[in-house]
């Protein structure tokens, strides 16, 4: 089973070694290790792991949190595996086929930010949705720049497409943590450039 752990813990040496070290001990095959902020004596990392057998997210997130100084953020089921270039094979997708290239967009997300579903709404209506994607979706005064919101059931992201009169809502299981400024950044990168190729078939 893939798993994604969020991690909060002291940034100073050893201690990301001790994480690794009780994610070995337990059996778990570290497959990636993503740094997602140092400050204020702390650093965030997210850990792909190969865990051995059937565990919960729940399971996990309690065998983990008995080490020392960690606080785990979050526990949640992933299909990304690291090594993947899901960046650029979407990209290429779209380059290929820029009419597609929201439709593109909306069926990548998921994999690219460790979430269960996206889709795009427009108008009050959903114009494109990924596998697992609900058929309607109440976007809720749509931001005007992305964001992060920790509704009850799901961790979502929202990130508009003004150029295209859309918005994209990537949505996280609730065992998962918010999502985080540095994945917030990078799917606004992504979707700037999937947004500007799309426009040129329009224009």
């Given at each position: 089973?893939?798993?994604?752990?969020?991690?909060s813990?002291?940034?100073?040496?050893?201690?990301?070694?001790r994480?690794a070290?009780?994610?070995?001990?337990?059996?778990?095959?570290?497959?990636?290790?993503?740094?997602?902020?140092?400050?204020?004596?702390?650093a965030v990392?997210?850990?792909?792991?190969s865990?051995?057998?059937?565990?919960?997210?729940?399971?996990?997130?309690?065998?983990l949190?008995?080490?020392?100084?960690?606080?785990?953020?979050?526990?949640?089921t992933?299909?990304e595996?690291?090594?993947?270039?899901?960046?650029?094979?979407?990209?290429?997708?779209?380059v290929?086929?820029?009419?597609?290239?929201?439709a593109?967009?909306?069926d990548?997300?998921?994999?690219?930010?460790g979430?269960?579903?996206?889709?795009?709404?427009?108008?009050?209506?959903?114009?494109?949705?990924?596998?697992a994607?609900p058929?309607?979706?109440?976007?809720?005064?749509?931001?005007?720049?992305?964001?992060a919101?920790?509704?009850?059931e799901?961790?979502?992201?929202?990130?508009?497409?003004l150029?295209?009169g859309m918005?994209?809502?990537?949505?996280?299981?609730?065992?998962?943590p918010?999502?985080?400024r540095?994945e917030?950044?990078?799917?606004?990168?992504i979707?700037?450039?999937?947004?500007?190729?799309?426009a040129?078939?329009?224009?």
């Open positions: 089973m893939l798993l994604r752990l969020r991690v813990l002291p940034d100073r040496p050893g201690g990301l070694g994480v070290k009780a994610l070995g001990t337990l059996g778990a095959d570290i497959l990636q290790v993503t740094v997602l902020e140092r400050e204020a004596g702390r990392d997210d850990f792909t792991v865990w051995p057998g059937q565990v919960t997210p729940a399971e996990a997130g309690e065998r949190s008995v080490v020392p100084g960690v606080r785990v953020e979050g526990v949640w992933t299909k595996v690291p090594g993947s270039a899901l960046d650029y094979d979407l990209l290429s997708h779209v290929a086929e820029p009419g597609r290239g929201l593109t967009l909306v990548a997300l998921p994999g690219l930010c979430a269960e579903w996206s889709l795009a709404v427009a108008d009050g209506m959903v114009r494109h949705a990924s596998l994607a058929d309607s979706f109440e976007l809720p005064a749509p931001p005007p720049r992305a964001v919101v920790d509704a009850r799901l961790r979502l992201m929202l990130l508009p497409v150029d295209h918005h994209l809502v990537v949505a996280r299981a609730a065992a998962g918010v999502f985080h540095a917030i950044e990078r799917a606004v990168r979707v700037d450039v999937v947004a500007k190729l799309a040129r078939t329009v224009s």
